[in-house]
């Protein structure tokens, strides 16, 4: 697999109607903050969790939730684009692009299991099959518990094909004394996956 550069780097995320809406808007905060640039793409579940987790509000076109989360997070003029399901040109969708690594957070176990198996219903499950396909970093983070056998077959598949899975599992060493620190835990360990440098939580030992 080719190693990631820890320079600017254009990274894809996908937030579907996992429970964990926190996770990826976080990630997608530290992402912008650390000047890469992101392609985004929410799942319409995912926008019903949005709105049942958060006080963000999302409009319905890809364009308008481009410049409502390019305003929230402060993002740099083209540094976030937004794509639909169906955006089936987007750049996402082909091995040419120029994409780093994807992250898929929260990951639903029928976004999990489609991508295990190369269903391609939409834009997020075909941006996670060129992600497999060119060997590229992807990032899988469930949030759903307990686990099946199917869901763990269908995890062990994926892992055996090279992708990551980050489970959605704070850690409390770092003893947490907020919401925020349990999803920074998570966040700064995709973080790591990434290579990109965070301040979320110490390394250990330090």
């Not at 903050?33 to 509000?57: N, P, Q, Y």
């Not at 929260?106 to 099959?129: K, T, V, Y």
């Not at 590229?136 to 055996?160: A, F, G, W």
Request: glycine share 8%; proline share 4%.
């Amino acid at each position: 697999m080719p190693a990631i550069d820890s320079r600017k780097q254009t990274i894809a995320l996908g937030m579907t109607g996992a429970s964990g809406a926190q996770y990826g808007f976080r990630l997608l905060q530290s992402l912008l903050v650390a000047d890469h640039r992101v392609h985004l793409m929410i799942s319409k579940a995912a926008h019903v969790v949005i709105g049942m987790e958060t006080d963000i509000s999302l409009p319905g076109r890809s364009g308008e939730i481009q410049k409502a989360l390019s305003k929230k997070f402060n993002a740099g003029e083209k540094q976030l684009r937004v794509f639909g399901e169906d955006e089936w040109t987007a750049p996402v969708a082909s091995g040419s692009n120029d994409v780093s690594a994807m992250v898929v957070c929260p990951c639903s176990m029928g976004a999990l299991s489609a991508i295990a198996h190369g269903a391609s219903n939409n834009l997020l499950e075909r941006a996670a099959d060129v992600m497999l396909k060119e060997r590229k970093k992807l990032v899988l983070v469930p949030r759903e518990t307990p686990y099946s056998d199917i869901h763990l077959e269908n995890m062990l598949k994926l892992s055996r094909m090279d992708a990551v899975i980050v489970d959605a599992n704070p850690g409390f060493y770092n003893k947490p004394e907020s919401v925020e620190d349990l999803v920074d835990f998570v966040v700064a360990k995709i973080l790591d996956q990434l290579g990109v440098e965070h301040k979320l939580q110490p390394k250990w030992g330090e």
